[in-house]
């Protein structure tokens, strides 16, 4: 037994060898536009749903996430912040989206994933994933309650239509909350109906020759 072990712990140290020698050669592939291998894929989004579900399970969701001014609310910050990365009902793709790795879901699509509740939404939107683009919205100084706000649209949102959408969004205070830069605390912020929506496509000034986002 003790010479299966020896011979195991050897194995194990020359795999750890030969891994960083090749990533002190520089053999990793970091290119977002090289995906991971379907083993590693797998194993990433396995730790990542074990480690998040970890840190949820003992949030409190709050019982008023259907209350109409939460559901309000959430729709002016989810077109500021998240529409050209997660998309809106009768958006297909995004510019910025097609170049992440990992893809972002479409939240504006039903889902029939165990994992998405309001509790992990609510826990990603605040402390973010790493090495996937979404960000720790809490560091911007986004308050609990605005993203509990925010969670509250994301659950209503693959019900609406693009006309729903639009005036979810009409109705709202747009982005507005007490981040970093002063919305919520002062600023003002656009009326509703007049910010500028994120996600429809609009003349810009960087021509790249795409497919007309």
Known sequence: MR????????MLSLGIVAAAALTQMGFPDFAADSPHGPVLHRLIE???????ARR??????PTDLAD??????GAGNYDAMCAG????????????????????PNLAQPVADSNATDARHFW?????????GMAAWSKAGMADESIWDLTAFIKTLPS???EEYRRQV?????????GMDGHGAGQETAPAGEHEPHHEAKPHAHDHGGDGH
């Open 3 to 10: 010479k299966i072990l020896l011979g195991a712990l050897g």
């Open 124 to 132: 990603i939107i605040k402390h973010g994933l790493k090495a996937s």
């Open 85 to 104: 990365c997660h998309l809106v009902p009768g958006v297909e793709n995004s510019e910025i989206r097609k170049g992440l790795y990992p893809t972002p």
């Open 160 to 162: 609406l239509s693009p």
């Open 170 to 178: 009409e109705a709202s205070d747009g982005h507005s909350h007490a």
């Open 68 to 73: 109409a001014g939460r559901i309000r609310r």
């Open 56 to 61: 949820t399970a003992d949030i409190a969701v």
């Open 46 to 52: 396995w730790a990542r749903e074990r480690s998040v």
